[in-house]
């Protein structure tokens, strides 16, 4: 089930206002989706992710086929019920983790032979068998299995990813069953634009609810993928969700917005919080820093999140100098509620037709 | 400012059930006190402590003297507002941590020199320095700088520590000046009881609000601590609080309260749970072990914790082999309430007259 209505186009840029409902639960957009990636957004609990105001979640099929195993989510009666998540799921298709994190074996076009991060047993994944354990794991966004090619990579290479990328996503569609779950294609194509609208072209034609950019965010320079970004604009659907995969940091996310994305997901909130980093409106702050040892201010003193009414600077260094596990967890907080909370400020300024002035006010503010 | 009230006493045995009024609220006994020892109850927020129940934890002054400084809680305005905690706190004296965790260096009746476990830097404690610190912390007990001799050692050993905590406990008493800090004697002398009696009565002498019995649960068999317990009994003063330090498990909190002891507290619901093991009302639970792979069921079906209302032990174990940290602070949550329910059941059963008989039942169904 998936419907998703456009309110507001903004007259200044590409960015829309919407709304996305599906099995669990209507979302705004555009949103940011915390990561999950082992059934559980690291540190936080279900209750911190709703009083932080998350709708929806992304979980990592790579890691639960592997760890625990579809199939033992399935008999917990699903990933809602098995992590205690009652609002949105979106389970990527481990395409991009094969390729990024595992020690690829053999690729051909009948599917992904690699060998497990954790233990080094061999697997092999085919688009069924990724819809399959999409279906066990039971979002209510799947997405393809795709061939994400590497940056730097030659045309050659991406064009044969975008190829069986196209493949696959026909194979996944004619094996996706479940009705109380919205299938995503995803456009790859690497920085390459007639690539891009190849893959874009093709997808379309196998008419899938929403779109996904993959293979952005892997190291080539933000400038190409905002050109990436504009490029696709005018190619995808305009009345489908757009989904810019593993994006970003709080400035990707108003650039996205403004080149029209939907939605966002992102490791980085709880990864920079286990390094001891937050965010805040005037940049990333290393807390760790001695120069916050008698700093009794909070993280952020625009921010109203419950660790910014309650804790100093001075004592979450103390935490993090004492490697205390709740360091991680209140700046995981903080962190997935700065984004979270950047995206209803994102929303209201394309509500109140004011984004271009909202983004160049950020970036004043925003250090680099 | 302190006051305590008992207001049963149990006809069967020694236990005693009563009311302790401190600078932050008022908390029933006996009660267990969750440990917070770098200022945080590993993984928990205030919150979480204020929904299991904890009206009192228990703080570290060893560590905080050495990370992050009492200067710097002080300055922060006390470890209650360092620490976002608005209820009572108990602060140790680091005496024990002195002779257990650091490299001592020398010993005498002035104080103690050793090395920080930390970073091998040099420092000297003094009664007088201890309840500086303890002062500039400002919980709402501190404790007497004591020594505590090991286990097993000998009676000359022990003795010398007996004179000497009777002398540091007259020099505390004489530094400290804080009005809204109850401080407690602490009862020494191994396992040796013409010691115990000497330390209790030279303790008496010097009248304090409420009494420790220290050294206790240091490697000696759990029937000697018992004995000691009660033999204590008849001669620590009826109308005082008495704190039994560093104790304990389940089984020790209902043989303690048999013996009239009133306050304890233990590391372990938090360590264990670092180690994937839960407390249940058939003993511990090694959650990691492969046998709850499958199943579904929560820790403790007669547990109506957070924890066991919302999570599987399949789900937990996952957490664990993930190694992700949720299940450190979901086991924590489950262990620190489960200490602090089984306290609110034996105040129940002393209140209702039939605390032999919750003994009985408990230890009929718990499993070592």
């Known amino acids: 089930m998936l419907k998703f209505e456009i309110d507001i186009t903004s007259p200044h840029n590409k960015a829309r206002l919407g709304r996305l409902t599906l099995s669990h639960g209507e979302v705004e957009t555009p949103i940011f989706m915390p990561v999950g990636t082992q059934a559980t957004v690291k540190t936080l609990t279900p209750e911190d992710l709703y009083e932080i105001g998350a709708g929806i979640i992304l979980s990592n099929t790579y890691h639960l ?31 991009f983790q094969v390729f990024s994190l595992s020690k690829l074996r053999k690729i051909s076009d009948e599917g992904v032979e690699f060998q497990s991060h954790i233990d080094g047993s061999r697997h092999f994944l085919t688009p069924e068998k990724v819809m399959d354990i999409e279906q066990k794991l039971g979002a209510d966004i799947a997405m393809c299995f795709d061939e994400c090619a590497p940056y730097p990579c030659s045309f050659e290479d991406a064009e044969r990813a975008v190829d069986r990328t196209t493949l696959w996503a026909k194979r996944c569609r004619d094996a996706h069953r479940r009705s109380d779950q919205a299938l995503f294609g995803i456009v790859q194509g690497n920085v390459f634009p007639d690539l891009r609208a190849r893959s874009t072209e093709e997808l379309i034609k ?34 489908k969700p757009r989904y810019l995969m593993g994006v ?62 309650n804790y100093s600077r001075a004592y979450l260094r103390h935490l993090i100098k004492a490697e205390e596990i709740l360091a991680h967890r209140l700046l995981s907080y903080h962190n997935v509620y700065f984004l979270v909370q950047l995206m209803v400020k994102i929303r209201n300024a394309i509500r109140e037709g004011n984004l271009e002035r909202f983004s160049e006010d950020f970036f004043s503010e925003y250090r680099f």
């Not at 195993?69 to 399935?74: D, I, K, M, P, S």
């Not at 996904?212 to 400038?223: F, T």
Request: net charge negative; with cysteine; charged share 25%.
């Open 65 to 95: 086929y592997l760890r625990p195993g579809e199939e033992l989510v399935a008999k917990a009666g699903g990933l809602h019920k098995f992590m205690n998540w009652k609002r949105n799921i979106l389970t990527d298709s481990g395409g």
């Open 206 to 239: 196998l008419d899938f609810p929403g779109y996904a950019i993959g293979g952005l965010s892997v190291g080539e320079p933000k400038q190409n993928m905002y050109e990436i970004l504009d490029y696709l604009h005018p190619l995808l659907p305009a009345d």
């Open 248 to 309: 970003g940091e709080p400035e990707d996310l108003i650039e996205g917005v403004k080149r029209g994305v939907d939605m966002f997901d992102c490791v980085l909130p709880t990864r920079l919080a286990r390094h001891g980093t937050a965010y805040t409106y005037r940049g990333k702050l290393t807390v760790r820093n001695a120069a916050y040892r008698e700093d009794f201010t909070p993280i952020d003193s625009h921010c109203d999140c419950y660790v910014c009414r």
